[in-house]
């Protein structure tokens, strides 16, 4: 075979197009950082990328982000630096994509709620398929001040960027005088407790791409409102022979008779549903890649919740109990993002889906 000058100049214009690049990619980050907020189109590196994020946020929040681009941002990891250095934990990046409503996969839920289900605006369903999102979570003792969001690619180039301020949230204090029975549940070692407790960490850790369930925001997974104990409480535990143990209340407590109807708080997948030593009767629903909610302390579980099985929001779980360490029936409602543990009525409001009512009149008009 025969190559002219010409054809092997044009052969190693193109090599060395494709490694400068390449090289581009891996040092743009560190070098050319401040770029990124705009796409660069003659290269071709990153795609128009438009963040829709709330601008504050408190302590103790989920933090739902959305990406507007040309292509669903595969890979991309969602993390914050906040303004003492520290570095929140890494998000990842889920599709949004419609998420019909399942009546018939549990149809125990009463009528009222129901209706309460069909009446929200879906956060997800009308989302292009182009469109990236990350559900995230800020720490209950976030440094306060601005905070840089960052989305980055898997070589760690920062595709997009945005300032979120951190406001203060105020918690409370409170002591807990446990007996001789409850003492023995929280501090005596026992393997079963350790296997219970490391079985548990690996499950909430855990990142499913495909776990894409939430449809809509949270409900209260109770009619009574009657909190015993909230969000971010620093707990203080008085044991029945006098030594005491400091914690933070990952959940609420919601003080309602035994037997009280529980409901799941949000479309997801069972991945846990057993009897547990020191959480009693406990349930874990998965809702989002590395999302999950979780009911402690509970009666009884209903028949038809199982590992695997998909939970419509408003569906009928079990009933409050007192099973576990606990001081009398209440429920214990928890949510996890990446193990980070975020006050769950934040969950409620569709104002935490930052702007979806102008995304979804955009893109419906395209």
Same mark, same amino acid.
């Given at each position: +075979?025969?190559?002219?000058?010409?054809?092997?100049?044009?052969?190693?214009?193109?090599?060395?197009? =494709?490694?400068? !690049?390449?090289?581009?990619?891996?040092?743009?980050?560190?070098?050319?950082?401040?770029?990124?907020?705009?796409?660069?189109?003659?290269?071709?590196?990153?795609?128009?990328?438009?963040?829709?994020?709330?601008?504050?946020?408190?302590?103790?929040? &989920?933090?739902?982000?959305?990406?507007?681009?040309?292509?669903?941002?595969?890979?991309?990891?969602?993390?914050?630096?906040?303004?003492?250095?520290?570095?929140?934990?890494?998000? #990842?990046?889920?599709? &949004?994509?419609?998420?019909?409503?399942?009546?018939?996969?549990?149809?125990?839920?009463? =009528?009222? $709620?129901?209706?309460?289900?069909?009446?929200?605006?879906?956060?997800?369903?009308?989302?292009?398929?182009? /469109?990236?999102?990350?559900?995230?979570?800020?720490h209950a003792d976030a440094a306060l001040g601005p905070?840089?969001?960052?989305?980055?690619?898997?070589?760690?180039?920062?595709?997009?960027?945005?300032?979120?301020?951190?406001?203060? $949230?105020?918690?409370?204090?409170?002591?807990?005088? !446990? /007996?001789?029975?409850?003492?023995?549940?929280?501090?005596? #070692?026992?393997?079963?407790?350790?296997?219970?407790?490391?079985?548990? =960490?690996?499950?909430?850790?855990?990142?499913? &791409?495909?776990?894409?369930?939430?449809?809509?925001?949270?409900?209260?997974?109770?009619?009574?409102?009657?909190?015993?104990?909230?969000?971010?409480?620093?707990?203080?535990?008085?044991?029945?022979?006098?030594?005491?143990?400091?914690? +933070?209340?990952?959940?609420?407590?919601?003080?309602? @008779?035994?037997?009280?109807p529980l409901y799941a708080a949000g479309r997801g997948?069972?991945? !846990?549903?057993?009897?547990?030593?020191?959480?009693? /009767?406990?349930?874990?629903?998965?809702?989002?890649?590395?999302?999950?909610?979780?009911? +402690?302390? !509970?009666?009884?579980?209903?028949?038809?919740?199982?590992?695997? =099985?998909?939970? &419509?929001?408003?569906?009928?779980?079990?009933?409050?109990?007192?099973?576990?360490?606990?001081?009398?029936?209440?429920?214990?409602?928890?949510?996890?993002?990446?193990?980070? @543990?975020?006050?769950?009525?934040?969950?409620?409001?569709?104002?935490?889906?930052?702007?979806?009512?102008?995304?979804?009149?955009?893109?419906?008009?395209?």
């Amino acid at each position: +075979m025969r190559f002219s000058c010409t054809n092997i100049w044009h052969r190693l214009l193109r090599t060395t197009q =494709q490694l400068l !690049l390449l090289l581009f990619l891996f040092l743009g980050s560190a070098a050319a950082a401040p770029c990124f907020a705009e796409p660069l189109p003659s290269f071709g590196l990153l795609p128009d990328i438009q963040l829709h994020a709330p601008d504050s946020i408190s302590q103790g929040s &989920p933090l739902f982000v959305l990406a507007e681009s040309q292509s669903y941002l595969s890979g991309t990891k969602l993390r914050l630096y906040y303004s003492d250095g520290s570095l929140s934990q890494v998000f #990842p990046a889920f599709k &949004p994509v419609p998420v019909a409503w399942h009546g018939s996969d549990l149809r125990s839920a009463s =009528q009222s $709620r129901s209706r309460q289900t069909t009446g929200y605006l879906s956060a997800f369903s009308l989302l292009r398929p182009s /469109n990236t999102a990350w559900m995230a979570a800020i720490h209950a003792d976030a440094a306060l001040g601005p905070a840089s969001l960052r989305i980055s690619n898997g070589f760690g180039v920062v595709l997009a960027e945005q300032t979120v301020h951190i406001q203060p $949230r105020e918690y409370k204090a409170e002591i807990l005088r !446990l /007996n001789s029975v409850l003492t023995s549940i929280r501090a005596d #070692p026992d393997p079963i407790k350790d296997e219970q407790a490391r079985r548990y =960490q690996a499950l909430l850790s855990t990142v499913d &791409p495909a776990a894409i369930y939430l449809d809509a925001p949270f409900i209260m997974p109770l009619e009574s409102r009657r909190r015993t104990s909230f969000f971010g409480d620093r707990r203080t535990y008085q044991y029945s022979d006098g030594s005491k143990a400091f914690s +933070m209340h990952a959940g609420i407590d919601y003080g309602v @008779a035994r037997g009280t109807p529980l409901y799941a708080a949000g479309r997801g997948k069972v991945v !846990l549903a057993e009897s547990r030593i020191v959480t009693g /009767n406990t349930i874990i629903l998965e809702h989002l890649p590395g999302m999950y909610s979780i009911y +402690m302390h !509970l009666d009884t579980i209903a028949a038809a919740v199982s590992p695997g =099985q998909i939970i &419509p929001r408003g569906s009928r779980i079990g009933t409050v109990g007192s099973t576990g360490l606990s001081t009398g029936p209440h429920l214990h409602w928890e949510v996890r993002i990446m193990q980070v @543990a975020v006050d769950p009525e934040s969950l409620l409001r569709i104002d935490n889906f930052p702007k979806i009512s102008t995304i979804l009149g955009t893109i419906e008009g395209r």
